[in-house]
């Protein structure tokens, strides 16, 4: 008896189920071909690989809301960096990003009235200034201990209406 949902995830089945017919990347290893690791947020509407003019295998992508360098962000770019070929590191936030578009604050306040449940033992890590956050957030990859010192490390904004990439000067 199998405790997967498999009504639930019908779609995504037979999604996986068309994409096998035409699964071309078996040769592909676990290194990026192009050096690259790319922090980002995980909102759909980013292609990280295609806005970057890649394809599969050569990048390493981080998501998580936000785009924020946590310490999960680091201990995963120390695996990347000497094990997985990285060599430079985009931290890559985006315009219309939910996580600046609320306090701290506001949204506990918000799941706690809409669902009914408590969440200050979570730090969301909400953006008040997005430009100062991937500053910082720039400023802590290059400062980590146990990263390579000749690790290159950028940040630039995508814009989810045009589509470009901003480089910042951070």
Known sequence: MSDFPADTFADVLAGNASYVESFSASDLGGRALQGLAIVTCMDSRIEPLALVGMKKGDAKILRNAGA?????????LVLAAYLLGV????????????MASATEEQIHDRIRADYGVETSSVEFRTV???TAALAYDVRR??????????????????????????????
């Open 68 to 76: 924020r360098v946590t310490d999960d962000v680091l201990r995963t």
């Open 87 to 98: 060599e430079r590191v985009l931290v890559m936030p985006h315009t219309d990003c939910k």
């Open 141 to 170: 990859i290059r400062a980590y201990p146990l990263l390579p010192r000749d690790l290159v490390v950028a940040g630039a904004v995508y814009d989810v209406r045009s589509g470009a990439l901003v480089p910042q000067d951070v």
């Open 128 to 130: 008040e200034d997005q």
